[in-house]
């Protein structure tokens, strides 16, 4: 007979942790899609700093997290194994080549966005080695991460040319494409997890994914491809001011609910029992 728990959700890592993933990842979106947008002379200048201040927000609540803050440079050490160490570098990296760009310094757009792209993919890997976490190790959940960072990096940048009244043509159309992509990624992550985690609860992983269906991606299409018809319109640019931030806020809730909720561990079982006093049987020859 096996024995064994059920499974439980994890509590070593709470909101805090689920911060770094929201504000990393959307801010090191937001930095790939703004560098684009500079190559075609369509950046919107202070972004360049509200990337780089959300990325560096979220490693801050990381640090707040740890239990030992004074230690933090130890992450530093093992670039090897760690893949928060590996994010921490590129991290430094990406805040140094932000800092450089805001200065003054051109032909850094392109470096920018493979940092953030390359900062973002760290983020999915660290969720991967979490072996223990069924919905953090399964493969497709780091393609998901990545999407869902360029998602809301580019939904921020959707509602700052909203609101500074800029276009850049492909923008609309680009996050509208990246959105269904992520629903497509998102149903394919659910099937997986669905068949990994029975007979376990599904209401965590529902409420993950409906999000990033409905409000993350219909309703942000619509809105967004709206807009894209009514280009100078108040009614467009609000239409597009909403349509980013249900892209944008569907991801960070998607993400705020894996970590806090649906981390759940696989749980253990024995097979065999040690019994006090019970003869070893003799191993046959």
Do not use: H
């Not at 790939?32 to 927000?57: K, S, T």
């Not at 805001?102 to 792209?117: D, I, M, T, W, Y």
């Not at 068949?195 to 409420?207: I, K, V």
């Not at 993400?255 to 040690?274: D, E, H, M, S, V």
């Amino acid at each position: 007979m096996a024995y064994g728990t059920k499974p439980w959700v994890q509590k070593s890592w709470d909101a805090r942790a689920a911060a770094n993933f929201i504000a990393g990842g959307a801010g090191a979106g937001l930095i790939v899609f703004n560098a684009f947008a500079a190559a075609q002379g369509g950046a919107v200048r202070g972004l360049w700093l509200l990337g780089g201040g959300l990325v560096a927000a979220g490693l801050l609540f990381v640090w707040a997290e740890i239990g030992r803050p004074l230690r933090a440079l130890n992450v530093f050490f093992n670039p090897r194994t760690s893949w928060m160490t590996r994010e921490a570098i590129v991290a430094v990296a990406l805040l140094l080549a932000v800092v450089l760009i805001v200065a003054g310094v051109r032909l850094l757009e392109l470096p920018v966005a493979l940092l953030a792209l390359a900062f973002v993919y760290c983020q999915g890997r660290i969720l991967r080695a979490a072996r223990g976490i069924v919905a953090w190790r399964e493969p497709e959940t780091v393609p998901l991460i990545v999407l869902t960072g360029l998602v809301e990096g580019g939904a921020l940048l959707v509602v700052a040319l909203a609101l500074a009244r800029q276009t850049v043509p492909w923008v609309l159309p680009l996050v509208v494409a990246l959105a269904w992509l992520r629903i497509g990624w998102a149903a394919w992550w659910q099937q997986r997890l669905r068949r990994a985690w029975a007979p376990r609860p599904e209401r965590a992983l529902r409420a993950m994914v409906a999000p990033l269906f409905l409000g993350g991606g219909v309703w942000a299409a619509v809105l967004l491809l709206g807009a894209a018809l009514m280009p100078g319109d108040g009614l467009g640019r609000a239409a597009q001011v909403l349509g980013g931030l249900l892209a944008l806020g569907a991801g960070a809730w998607f993400k705020a609910l894996l970590i806090t909720r649906g981390a759940y561990n696989q749980g253990f079982a024995l097979t065999k029992l040690p019994v006090r006093g019970a003869r070893r049987q003799p191993t046959p020859m």
